[in-house]
């Protein structure tokens, strides 16, 4: 089955300072998504990509969606405390007929820890 | 309430007794999805419904697993007969095309 490779698997950073995840996969994906997630919560959708070479902002994230359809990296600057969360990239494969699957692949996340 | 709401939060049975779990999706949205997380991994999928129908089923979902979305509004998701490997997060989603909506979850604990 597919898989998304998700690095790193956990960052400890300082306030203030900017953090790269990134997600690579053996397979194209038509549609590339960035979650957070709280401890107890479900995924919180930050950003979504829909186009190869897609580069997209929100507020201070930024997330750009790969040349080759295989990859895709976020981006946060000047991070605050309350970004402290696991993040999920996650992908919509390409179906047998050529449209978009409906079914989300997930990386395994990337925990990310701010020091104020 | 816009969002999609679980009920419950979290339950704990004991092995071999039967659960059940809804979602109410976010009303407008004609695609609901039940995912699995287990600790230390990214959501895992499980099923999904378009309207009332069930279109696909992973081979997660064993026999032991039952989902259902009458007249296509809220969904339940059963286990029967539940084993500790059950222990998981259970997280409902709903679309209208693309962009999934996440609910809180149900903390499911067999001991």
């Known amino acids: 089955g597919q898989q998304l490779n998700q690095s790193p698997q956990s960052m400890f950073i300082q306030e203030g300072e900017d953090v790269s995840m990134n997600c690579t996969s053996s397979?194209?994906?038509?549609?590339w998504l960035w979650y957070k997630q709280d401890p107890g919560e479900g995924p919180v959708l930050l950003i979504a990509?829909?186009?190869?070479?897609e580069l997209t902002s929100n507020g201070r994230l930024t997330a750009q969606f790969g040349i080759t359809r295989k990859d895709s990296f976020l981006n946060i600057s000047a991070s605050i405390p309350s970004d402290v969360g696991i993040y999920f990239c996650?992908?919509?494969?390409?179906?047998?007929?050529?449209?978009?699957?409906?079914?989300?692949?997930f990386g395994k996340g990337t925990l990310l820890t701010v020091n104020p | 309430d816009t969002g999609v709401s679980q009920d419950p939060r979290h339950k704990i049975t004991k092995r071999g007794q039967n659960v059940t779990f809804r979602c109410d999706p976010i009303?407008?949205?004609?695609?609901l999805y039940w995912y699995r997380q287990t600790l230390g991994q990214g959501p895992e999928f499980l099923t999904y419904?378009?309207?009332?129908?069930?279109?696909?089923k992973s081979r997660l979902l064993s026999d032991r697993f039952s989902a259902e979305r009458p007249k296509g509004s809220f969904s339940t998701l059963e286990i029967q007969r539940t084993e500790q490997g059950d222990s998981a997060m259970y997280l409902c989603?709903?679309?209208?095309?693309?962009?999934?909506?996440f609910g809180s979850g149900t903390r499911l604990t067999v001991v």
């Open positions: 989603a709903s679309s209208p095309i693309y962009g999934y909506t």
């Open positions: 397979s194209i994906f038509n549609t």
């Open positions: 990509l829909y186009k190869a070479g």
């Open positions: 996650a992908g919509q494969p390409i179906s047998n007929s050529g449209g978009s699957n409906y079914k989300l692949t």
């Open positions: 009303s407008e949205h004609n695609r």
């Open positions: 419904f378009q309207n009332e129908a069930q279109l696909e």
